[in-house]
């Protein structure tokens, strides 16, 4: 072989990519022309990528000397000066990884700050709990159902009553009837009605007297889990004592227990006689039938009877049940879950709670089946997501401003801002759904900034933000909004893509290879976005198919309409100020707002002023540094401001529209904004402190004057928020100015 021929063919080899044939090439040269470097240059030219990395330096050097000796010394030198740089900065980039995992297997400053910021919210989250008394709430519960013909469900008692000495006095008989309600009947409205009668014996006709009649539960969204006394028995005969009791409705209730007291305060041992339909609250027992539904019927009834032990007869005080503060008790929208959540568990009964879809119900009720039905069990995974939620953000924001700092900093402003510690202890589906609502932003940021390089990563990542998406959707159907805001990023991508392709085009190759991974990208995002989220939605209905499609009796078209609806559908309350809140005055952070049992949904009107401040003028600078072709046309304002604003406003946007015009205009409805909302104060910090131009001395350190305005306006948001935490928590304040602070956080 000669070695023209040698180098045509080798060239033609190595643009091929056929590195085994060049490498062949280049051994033949240095055996038949062992004084020729041509041999030993191709080598070095496949170690080294044609002199673009360093290789293996022991065998490269081997290779460089062999080439030196026989290559004139000006070519010698040029190529010997490429390898040295080469070695170099393989050197520094060896040192840096070296250090980098170092500073992995140590905690930060940042770190550590995010640990501590977690701890403390973790530890407020816990106290609003409410005392580890909330777990003697009953549990099992018995569901009366609406029959035919208008008639009641009835559960008949016989009780064994207690005796002084062996007889039977005043202080023996049934001093009051205590029922602890589990769930609510949305179709009954805000009051539901309970009827009681009693009778002597079995033969002896039923009577609303002697302190019966027909007791109304005034607003069952708010007394889910509340011992409520029914009637007050005025019966005096210690010779034909009332022994049969009756509790008939027409509504669709729970009934989590039933508590028979005497007049000393003691329990009075019951069983259940039978159970079902009857057309009077006044019925002889003896007439009731006796059929296999009733036997059935009562069976199922012994559940307001097995967990008697958790009433709490100290409570009882005055003819009231003393409970507990309110981080204790179910809200409205709480006790219409928990209802949810327990029929999904047990799998009898309809959904009542028509604003979330399935998955997110299923998550509360992980929490559901470990720590029961109450508020630890209710709140345990909203917290536990509301937590996650503060750390990915911290991730998210350092992503998206390539910075520790920023990303404790959005996470910290998001932790202290008061929507998510408010919505961290509601056992609802809000704070589930902001976690994967901001997931699946955080993938299609990270998908942006790969989308340009073409790599598989940036498919992994489209995908990721495409499942985040489908489990947003699948906790509330109001997610399908958030599309809007991963479309605008998605589009965003693909033209950065271009861009990046149309200013390092060499050729029809590269333009077709950026064509064939756009149409990729297209796919991926058709399928992930759209096919995917169907399937997962439609799986997770299926999974509690009984309790939403046979209980629920739920035809396919009924299904979608109320999937389709549940965004539009007013939130459970009684209150109607809940769905007429002008979300938009949440921007400037309206007062905290009351809540049902006392509970209160707040932000700061501090950092909600500041946020707003935040986003204005980050608007204004963006679009004057568009219009004026200065800053824009850096890749520096691109990246650090450009293209953090405009992810910001998509998601932010995207997700504020909605809760500003919809029928659930509710305070929670913000608390997913706020992720986004919150974030603008990083932005504008930055815009600040990049074009500071005045800076004060302080005891010798330097500090820009807007750097310094910024620090004390956060500062003075966190101390409100330590008395508007008092207040929350159910704390008095006595001074008239903090009690303010409080209620204005």
């Known amino acids: 072989m000669q070695l023209k021929e040698a180098k045509e063919k080798f060239d033609e080899l190595y643009r091929k990519g056929d590195a085994a044939g060049a490498g062949e090439i280049a051994k033949t040269l240095m055996r038949e022309f062992p004084d020729s470097p041509r041999g030993y240059y191709y080598a070095l030219v496949l170690e080294t990528k044609n002199f673009r990395v360093a290789g293996d330096r022991e065998k490269t050097a081997k290779l460089y000397e062999a080439f030196a000796a026989r290559a004139e010394k000006s070519v010698a030198k040029k190529y010997g000066d490429l390898l040295a740089g080469l070695?170099?900065?393989?050197?520094?980039?060896?040192?840096?990884?070296?250090?980098?995992?170092?500073?992995?297997?140590?905690?930060?400053?940042?770190?550590?700050?995010?640990?501590?910021?977690?701890?403390?919210?973790?530890?407020?989250?816990?106290?609003?709990?409410?005392?580890?008394?909330?777990?003697?709430?009953?549990?099992?519960?018995?569901?009366?159902v609406k029959w035919e013909e208008n008639m009641y469900d009835t559960v008949v008692y016989k009780l064994t009553l207690n005796k002084e000495n062996g007889e039977i006095t005043d202080g023996c008989l049934?001093?009051?009837?205590?029922?602890?309600?589990g769930g609510i009947d949305r179709s009954a409205g805000s009051n539901?009605?309970?009827?009681?009668?009693?009778?002597?014996?079995?033969?002896?006709?039923?009577?609303?007297?002697?302190?019966?009649?027909?007791?109304?539960?005034?607003?069952?969204?708010?007394?889910?889990?509340?011992?409520?006394?029914?009637?007050?028995?005025?019966?005096?005969?210690?010779?034909?004592?009332?022994?049969?009791?009756?509790?008939?409705?027409?509504?669709?209730?729970?009934?989590n227990e039933v508590m028979f007291l005497d007049r000393n305060g003691r329990k009075i041992a019951a069983e259940i006689v039978c159970a079902g339909p009857n057309e009077k609250t006044n019925e002889a027992l003896g007439k009731l039938i006796t059929s296999d539904l009733y036997r059935d019927r009562?069976?199922?009834?012994?559940?307001?009877?097995?967990?008697?032990?958790?009433?709490?007869?100290?409570?009882?005080?005055?003819?009231?049940?003393?409970?507990?503060?309110?981080?204790?008790?179910?809200?409205?929208?709480?006790?219409?879950?928990?209802?949810?959540?327990?029929?999904?568990?047990?799998?009898?009964?309809?959904?009542t709670e028509p604003t979330s879809n399935a998955f997110g119900l299923q998550l509360i009720a992980v929490g559901v089946a470990i720590l029961g039905g109450n508020t630890f069990g209710l709140r345990f995974m909203p917290t536990l997501f509301a937590l996650g939620t503060i750390v990915l953000l911290y991730f998210f924001a350092k992503r998206l401003f390539s910075s520790q700092w920023a990303g404790f900093a959005a996470a910290f402003l998001f932790a202290v801002g008061g929507y998510a510690l408010s919505a961290a202890t509601l056992g609802t589906t809000d704070m589930i759904f902001a976690f994967f609502a901001l997931l699946s932003v955080y993938f299609m940021t990270?998908?942006?900034?790969?989308?340009?390089?073409?790599?598989?990563?940036?498919?992994?990542?489209?995908?990721?933000?495409?499942?985040?998406?489908?489990?947003?959707?699948?906790?509330?159907?109001?997610?399908?909004?958030?599309?809007?805001?991963?479309?605008?990023v998605f589009i965003l991508a693909l033209v950065a893509q271009h861009n990046a392709g149309k200013d390092g085009a060499k050729g029809e190759d590269t333009a077709s290879a950026i064509a064939r991974s756009r149409n990729l990208y297209v796919g991926t995002f058709l399928l992930t976005f759209i096919l995917l989220p169907v399937i997962w939605i439609a799986l997770t209905f299926l999974f509690s198919y009984h309790v939403y499609f046979v209980e629920a009796g739920l035809s396919a078209g009924a299904f979608f309409r109320r999937f389709f609806?549940?965004?539009?559908?007013?939130?459970?309350?009684?209150?109607?100020?809940?769905?007429?809140?002008?979300?938009?005055?949440?921007?400037?952070?309206?007062?905290?707002?009351?809540?049902?049992?006392?509970?209160?949904?707040?932000?700061?009107?501090?950092?909600?002023?500041?946020?707003?401040?935040?986003?204005?003028?980050?608007?204004?600078?963006?679009?004057?540094a568009f219009l004026s072709k200065s800053e824009y046309k850096t890749a520096a304002f691109r990246k650090q401001v450009a293209f953090p604003y405009a992810v910001l406003t998509a998601a932010f946007v995207s997700t504020w529209v909605f809760s500003a015009f919809s029928s659930q205009q509710f305070a929670s409805g913000f608390m997913l904004p706020s992720v986004f909302y919150y974030a603008?104060?990083?932005?504008?910090?930055?815009?600040?402190?990049?074009?500071?131009?005045?800076?004060?001395?302080?005891?010798?350190?330097?500090?820009?004057?807007?750097?310094?305005?910024?620090?004390?306006?956060?500062?003075?948001?966190?101390?409100?928020?330590?008395?508007?935490?008092?207040?929350?928590?159910?704390?008095?304040?006595d001074s008239y100015p903090l009690d303010l602070a409080a209620i204005r956080w």
Do not use: M
């Not at 049934?174 to 309600?181: E, K």
């Not at 967990?307 to 005080?317: G, H, R």
């Not at 539009?568 to 809140?581: G, P």
């Open 298 to 351: 009562a069976e199922a009834a012994k559940a307001t009877l097995d967990e008697q032990e958790k009433f709490d007869l100290s409570a009882v005080n005055g003819g009231s049940y003393r409970t507990e503060d309110y981080t204790g008790k179910l809200t409205e929208k709480e006790s219409a879950v928990l209802d949810s959540v327990r029929n999904l568990l047990s799998g009898e009964n309809g959904y």
């Open 87 to 144: 070695n170099l900065r393989a050197q520094k980039q060896e040192s840096v990884a070296v250090q980098a995992k170092k500073e992995k297997k140590k905690i930060t400053p940042v770190g550590a700050l995010l640990v501590a910021l977690c701890v403390l919210f973790a530890a407020a989250s816990i106290l609003s709990f409410g005392s580890f008394r909330t777990f003697s709430e009953p549990y099992t519960a018995y569901q009366t």
């Open 192 to 255: 539901v009605s309970v009827a009681v009668s009693s009778a002597t014996s079995a033969t002896g006709s039923f009577s609303t007297g002697f302190g019966g009649g027909t007791k109304t539960v005034a607003n069952t969204f708010d007394s889910v889990g509340k011992w409520i006394r029914l009637v007050q028995s005025t019966s005096t005969s210690t010779t034909s004592p009332r022994i049969y009791y009756q509790l008939s409705t027409k509504s669709e209730l729970k009934y």
């Open 680 to 733: 603008f104060i990083v932005l504008a910090a930055r815009l600040f402190v990049t074009q500071e131009t005045k800076v004060i001395s302080v005891n010798g350190e330097k500090a820009g004057v807007s750097t310094l305005l910024f620090a004390i306006v956060i500062a003075f948001a966190l101390v409100l928020g330590v008395f508007a935490y008092a207040k929350y928590a159910g704390i008095a304040l």
């Open 565 to 624: 609806a549940a965004p539009f559908t007013e939130i459970s309350t009684q209150y109607a100020a809940h769905n007429k809140t002008n979300i938009l005055g949440w921007l400037i952070g309206y007062q905290a707002e009351k809540l049902s049992a006392s509970k209160y949904f707040f932000g700061n009107t501090v950092l909600s002023l500041l946020a707003l401040f935040s986003f204005l003028y980050s608007t204004v600078y963006v679009v004057y």
């Open 446 to 488: 990270l998908f942006y900034q790969n989308a340009r390089k073409r790599n598989q990563r940036s498919y992994v990542y489209l995908a990721l933000s495409g499942a985040a998406y489908g489990l947003t959707v699948s906790i509330k159907t109001q997610g399908v909004f958030l599309l809007l805001a991963l479309v605008a």
């Open 174 to 181: 049934v001093d009051g009837i205590w029922l602890n309600l």
